[in-house]
């Protein structure tokens, strides 16, 4: 049973452009969920996608994006790069649209906005 | 949403138990306490959930007192493998739009 992955590991970025981050759900998860951390503080609820439909969103701007496919894959859009936009992002996928049953995160990218 | 209160850092001797523990004085009736573990550059991991008075697992056990407002996670004996920061989160795990909401949880450093 394959993990959650992200790609890419690490990425380096200007303000003003943009990015898009991908993840592979864990094998037979239909839920994905994605999260900023910054440094020193615990992980920040951006939004979730169940059955390729958005199904709920944190406190961010619109030029967060994301899109569900087909197989559960997900991307993380985020248009418009600032200098706070620099962290972690993580992604967690679970089996179903509950999002305190155990979820399981994948390693995160590294993002750094110049 | 049920705010959490935990110690920002911790150190313990490597072989000792370690308890850790996290106020939720307003937990809805429909809320379970939840941990998750989080090695540095890596994803949280699940650790444990419960509901009221004990559950215990492989990794840890975790105590609930009857009021719900507190509950204590213990790892028995940790290594320095254990060094990690510790996330204590409530939520309804039967409700779907409900997110999980980390704070900035404990930083546990395990010394040999």
């Known amino acids: 049973e394959t993990g959650v992955t992200q790609s890419p590991t690490h990425l380096i970025k200007t303000r003003g452009q943009q990015v898009t981050l991908r993840c592979s759900s864990q094998s037979g998860h239909n839920t994905v969920s994605w999260y900023q951390q910054a440094l020193g503080q615990g992980p920040q609820f951006i939004f979730q996608y169940y059955r390729e439909e958005e199904n709920g969103r944190g406190n961010f701007p619109p030029r967060f994006s994301g899109l569900q496919f087909p197989n559960y894959s997900s991307e993380l859009n985020v248009n418009a790069l600032e200098l706070d936009d620099s962290a972690l992002y993580l992604c967690a996928s679970s089996p179903g649209g509950l999002a305190y049953n155990e979820q399981f995160f994948g390693p995160g990218t590294r993002l750094t906005v110049l | 949403l049920a705010k959490t209160t935990q110690p920002i850092s911790m150190d313990s001797y490597e072989g000792q138990e370690v308890n850790i523990t996290c106020s939720h004085n307003?937990?809805?009736?429909?809320?379970?306490i939840t941990w998750y573990q989080q090695f540095p550059s890596q994803g949280p991991r699940f650790i444990i959930q419960g509901y009221k008075t004990k559950v215990t697992n492989e990794v840890a056990s975790l105590f609930i007192p009857a009021d719900r407002k507190s509950s204590t996670l213990s790892l028995p004996r940790v290594s320095l493998s254990d060094t990690a920061v510790y996330y204590c989160l409530v939520g309804d795990p039967f409700s779907g739009n409900t997110p999980l909401v980390f704070g900035k949880g404990t930083r546990l450093s395990v010394i040999a």
């Open positions: 307003n937990i809805a009736t429909n809320d379970y």
